[in-house]
């Protein structure tokens, strides 16, 4: 069964540095889909980046970039210079071609500080 | 206007009623689905549906039930509510197999 697994309840950052939140996930499809949310404390989701089993080189859009390892089944969301408006509860995700569910982790809760 | 609509986006209601959540989208995705969000459990997938004949079960079904009324719209309901379905309800669509979902704005659903 498809699982995502986000370790990191809270992670603190400081503003203008990097950080990584980490994900992994398990999965018997070898055709899966790996995705990054944002929710704001104003509640929407916001969709950030997406990563497919088969790329080849990891996905990257404008700050967020995704570190895939595929043999150790992480898919690792790094923020480059932070900023304030990056705190947030942040979501990995992952859909299997197979079942088509979209699953989620528990989330991690990042805290930009001046 | 957003792509994927909900209402209500705020709704107290009473121990034992039938309630509805609506959710509409303007996407043209065949794929719908709904999830529940409570504090430190993430997204909880409700039910899914690949197109109008086509609804599955998710990971927490009990107590639900879901019409797919046409491609666009896709409702959630909760035939007797009970306080521990108080929550955060979303609504989400997506188009073929590896396409990002896009949410809705949630319903806040307190049953008191």
């Known amino acids: 069964a498809q699982k995502i697994t986000q370790t990191q309840p809270g992670m603190f950052v400081q503003e203008k540095e990097a950080v990584t939140l980490d994900c992994t996930y398990d999965?018997?499809?070898?055709?899966?889909?790996l995705f990054w949310y944002k929710q704001p404390s104003s509640g929407e989701m916001i969709f950030l980046i997406y990563?497919?089993?088969?790329?080849?080189q990891n996905a990257t859009e404008g700050r967020y970039s995704l570190n895939f390892q595929k043999a150790r089944k992480s898919a690792n969301l790094v923020i480059s210079a932070s900023q304030l408006g990056d705190s947030a509860m942040y979501f990995c995700?992952?859909?299997?071609?197979?079942?088509?569910?979209?699953?989620f982790g528990t989330g991690t809760r990042l805290l930009v500080s001046p | 206007d957003a792509d994927v609509t909900q209402t209500p986006r705020n709704r107290i209601t009473k121990t034992g009623k039938r309630i509805m959540l609506e959710c509409s989208q303007t996407?043209?995705?065949?794929?719908m689905y709904w999830y529940r969000q409570d504090p430190g459990l993430g997204l909880q997938l409700i039910y899914y549906?690949?197109?109008?004949?086509?609804?599955n079960k998710g990971e927490i079904s009990d107590g639900y039930s879901v019409s797919r009324q046409a491609q666009a719209k896709f409702s959630l309901s909760l035939e007797s509510a009970i306080p521990n379905q108080t929550a955060l309800y979303f609504c989400?669509?997506?188009?073929?197999?590896?396409?990002?979902?896009?949410f809705g704005q949630g319903t806040r659903l307190t049953v008191v």
């Open positions: 999965t018997s499809d070898q055709s899966y889909g």
């Open positions: 989400a669509t997506s188009a073929g197999p590896f396409g990002e979902a896009f």
């Open positions: 995700a992952m859909r299997e071609l197979g079942f088509q569910k979209l699953v």
């Open positions: 996407k043209g995705h065949d794929r």
């Open positions: 990563q497919g089993s088969y790329d080849e």
């Open positions: 549906s690949f197109d109008v004949k086509d609804i």
